[in-house]
């Protein structure tokens, strides 16, 4: 899928009101199939960022139950003989959606009726780390954006920060903040609190927007963080050694070596869309031109 094509047709003249509209959302067509893959895409990046302490039961979120109910409507529609004990041909609960994500590209899901000239294929979690993919991360933004059409992702990510530059009397300031999150993927609770007062004048908004804390998924059991030798961002603990989170990452399979950090600082790194769309590959961009044969050094974490 390239960031060119778009997923998001133009509305369809209006149909007569269905009753179950009422309950469940709009009828299984190849318009509502594309509104089910971004609810679950939305869904999956929501549920990756979900605090460990915290519980996720019934009554789940709006969004993952609005994704299993237009689900059931569908597979209901397209397979209305289906009998309980059979292979499943479309998943019935969040659970099951889940394992859906990892186990199966979303071009098998036979009970969505996808445009045929549309080229979306892939798993929505990646089946080594449980992290939403690249292709997840789009779906979702495209998703969530209120008029994604003919825009790149970039286009989508530099539009959120550069409004939040606008809103706050700093037309044009974004550039230079992008600049930061791509030498500075990774922070210390300390290094945050300098960079909101740095004088940079970043907007508090754009902070916390950009830079999040550390989900614990990213530590090991030492309660250790470790930085891809490659492009510089967090990896995630294996059973053996760790693996980098950005798929096209030279030092993806790479299991060994790389920066370690510890918990006990506060660690903080960009948000995993504005990582994986603006700041991988420019980070990849540069490794590439100074060793292209070989992972570079480890990065630099700026704990000044």
């Not at 067509?29 to 605090?51: C, F, H, K, M, Y």
């Not at 992008?178 to 940079?200: F, N, W, Y």
């Not at 059991?221 to 030279?250: D, F, S, T, V």
Request: charged content about 30%; glycine content about 6%; some cysteine.
């Amino acid at each position: 899928m390239t960031d060119e094509e778009n997923f998001w047709e133009e509305e369809t003249e209006p149909q007569p009101a269905n009753p179950l509209e009422q309950l469940t959302g709009p009828a299984f067509n190849q318009d509502e199939s594309l509104r089910i893959l971004g609810l679950v895409a939305v869904t999956v990046v929501r549920l990756a960022e979900w605090p460990s302490a915290k519980e996720f039961t019934a009554p789940y979120d709006s969004v993952a139950q609005m994704a299993v109910d237009r689900i059931s409507l569908a597979g209901l529609q397209r397979f209305p003989g289906d009998q309980p004990g059979r292979e499943q041909r479309y998943p019935r609960s969040l659970p099951d959606l889940l394992a859906w994500c990892r186990d199966r590209e979303v071009q098998t899901w036979n009970f969505l009726d996808l445009p045929a000239g549309l080229s979306i294929r892939g798993r929505l979690l990646d089946r080594d780390t449980a992290a939403p993919t690249r292709l997840c991360q789009e779906l979702a933004l495209r998703s969530e954006d209120p008029d994604p059409a003919g825009k790149s992702v970039q286009d989508l990510l530099l539009a959120r920060i550069r409004e939040i530059y606008e809103q706050a009397g700093n037309p044009g300031g974004h550039v230079a903040f992008i600049g930061k999150l791509v030498e500075s993927p990774v922070l210390s609770s300390a290094d945050i609190a300098r960079l909101k007062i740095s004088r940079m004048r970043i907007p508090a908004d754009a902070v916390a927007t950009c830079y999040v804390a550390v989900h614990d998924r990213y530590f090991d059991r030492q309660e250790r963080a470790n930085i891809c030798w490659y492009c510089g961002l967090l990896r995630i603990p294996m059973e053996k050694g760790w693996r980098c989170e950005i798929h096209n990452c030279p030092d993806h399979r790479w299991r060994r070596g790389g920066k370690e950090l510890d918990r006990a600082d506060g660690l903080y790194h960009v948000a995993r869309p504005l990582r994986e769309f603006l700041v991988a590959p420019r980070r990849i961009k540069s490794s590439n031109q100074r060793s292209p044969m070989a992972p570079d050094s480890p990065r630099d974490v700026e704990w000044r």
